[in-house]
């Protein structure tokens, strides 16, 4: 309490009461978190409004910028091909149908029919003609990851001037996120960043390029058409509720790849310069040191002296010495330094340090630990991936099989219960296949998990799984070929356990193999 304080206490304690009361209030709001506080060396952060005002500015350079890191950084373009073979994997999400009954229980021949129209589908599934549907979700997830949206148009059956190049008349047109335009604007219509809104903000329709105003081809700004949203699909990254348009995965670390490159470059060019720099010649004292002259007392042109491996100096001059420069090149703490900034990029991209280091010097529970904390991240990725793209081009394409009077639907059977399915993203691998195989066996010997839930976890389909063990065993019948490894149920007749023939043990396995030899 100040001088004044004191007197207004004095002489009017009410008052002085409230004065102190108050003094205490501000200063609660303005000190109740360091964190708003700002002053020379802590910069006070802002907010820029909604998420699509806050990113309308910065998702055109973060696209460029992702882009340009991917075609010509190593470690960047690392990260992303990380990613996409975890979160849908060489193969693609793996899509086993699951149509149901009107009692709930699986129909095993719609679902083979559905599995075998899929499957042709999978092998041309776009327009071009050049990618199958692995390959096109890889590429459609790079550019999701990369540039932070992708878009996709679906074309479902007669289409003019297209001839669909599966059985099934359902085709995909790949779009990059140029064609939609971050410019396109008309409040009256409520248009924002291309993309046309009902009162609700639900998307009625997209503003699309007929060709990618980036192509040489084109020379100019290329026509604009309307489509629907029954027509395009739209893929993400968002971090706001009611942002439009998404932001590139890298966003937060883009500044950190930039400069790690550019350190990179700066650390071998100094290693260049280094190896360029051999050695130089010491002077000695002025006193000491005459130029060299002829046997005429001409001064000689000056010296020469080409630096090899092994070379010898013995044209010194009187107070001259051989002196070599250390250029500490390389540079010892680069290594660690650099490990540092590549731990600070896993964590901000949700990408396995050691996978884009490749640096796999821990031990097992580290990696294992790191491995299954980083699955969580690809998982929460591959989840948002077939809920906005697999399960909707599945559903899309099983529709266009049936109005093309490929599948004949039961009498009964709802379009959900039809379109039904299981969608296998990427599992986890496994760092030690004994100990994985064995935990996975105790599981299903507990009925704790299914056998076809672990096949599901290998990224198989059980279904054929199933099938080529069928095929394989009748295989090993035809050959008269016993394998007791795979052989596990005792052909019907067997002798039973007994007291002096254990269940377990050699001698039982040993009886087994005989019964099965007869």
């Known amino acids: 309490m100040n001088r004044l304080d004191r007197v207004i206490s004095y002489l009017l304690p009410g008052a002085g009461a409230r004065r102190a009361q108050q003094r205490m209030r501000v200063a609660a709001l303005s000190s109740a978190y360091d964190a708003v506080e700002s002053g020379r060396l802590r910069r006070k952060a802002k907010d820029w409004g909604s998420g699509n005002t806050a990113a309308q500015g910065a998702q055109r350079p973060l696209r460029d910028l992702a882009r340009h890191l991917d075609r010509n950084h190593d470690l960047a373009r690392g990260a992303l091909n990380v990613m996409v073979r975890n979160i849908v994997g060489p193969t693609g999400i793996g899509v086993e149908p699951q149509p149901l009954n009107s009692d709930g229980t699986i129909n095993e021949d719609l679902a083979g029919q559905l599995a075998e129209l899929h499957r042709q589908w999978r092998k041309l599934p776009e327009v071009t003609g050049e990618y199958d549907w692995a390959r096109s979700e890889q590429l459609l997830c790079r550019s999701w990851l990369r ?15 297209l001839t669909h190049a599966t059985p099934v008349p359902f085709s995909l047109e790949l779009m990059e996120s140029d064609v939609v335009p971050l410019d396109q604007f008309d409040l009256g219509r409520n248009v924002f960043q291309g993309i046309r809104r009902n009162a609700w903000g639900r998307p009625i329709s997209y503003f699309v390029y007929k060709s990618h105003p980036g192509d040489i081809a084109t ?31 890298f966003a937060s670390v883009l500044t950190r790849l930039d400069d790690l490159k550019d350190y990179e470059e700066s650390e071998r060019i100094a290693a260049k310069v280094a190896a360029s720099m051999a050695a130089y010649i010491k002077k000695g004292a002025p006193e000491d040191y005459s130029p060299p002259t002829d046997s005429a007392g001409n001064p000689l042109p000056r010296r020469e002296m080409t630096f090899q491996a092994g070379m010898v100096f013995d044209d010194l001059n009187i107070g001259e010495d051989v002196g070599t420069i250390d250029s500490k090149r390389p540079n010892p703490n680069a290594i660690p330094w650099r490990e540092g900034q590549l731990k600070a990029v896993a964590a901000g991209a949700d990408v396995g340090y050691s996978s884009i280091s490749r640096n796999y010097d821990a031990n097992y529970s580290a990696q294992r630990q790191e491995l299954v904390e980083t699955w969580g991240a690809y998982a929460l990725l591959s989840n948002a991936f077939i809920d906005q793209c697999s399960r909707e081009v599945y559903e899309r394409q099983v529709a266009a099989a049936v109005l093309g009077g490929l599948v004949k639907v039961p009498r009964g059977i709802t379009f959900a219960q039809l379109t039904n399915a299981l969608y296998i993203a990427p599992q986890m691998p ?11 066996g105790v599981l299903e010997d507990r009925c704790y998990i299914s056998g076809a839930e672990v096949v599901r976890r290998m990224g198989r389909n059980p279904r054929d799984t199933l099938r080529s063990e069928a095929q394989w065993q009748q295989q090993l019948r035809d050959a008269a070929v016993v394998n007791t490894t795979t052989v596990k149920t005792p052909p019907s007749g067997a002798a039973t356990p007994t007291a002096d023939a254990p269940a377990n043990g050699a001698d039982a396995n040993a009886t087994a193999d005989q019964e099965l030899i007869a």
Do not use: N
């Not at 496994?430 to 996975?440: H, R, V």
């Open 430 to 440: 496994w760092i030690d296949p004994k100990k994985e195989a064995d935990a996975f």
């Open 219 to 249: 020379g100019f700004v290329p026509a604009m058409k309307e489509v629907s949203t029954d027509r395009i699909g739209h893929l993400k990254l968002v971090d706001r509720i009611g942002q439009l348009r998404g932001v590139s995965m």
């Open 147 to 161: 540039d932070g949206e992708v878009f996709w148009q679906y074309l479902e059956g007669e289409v003019p001037y």
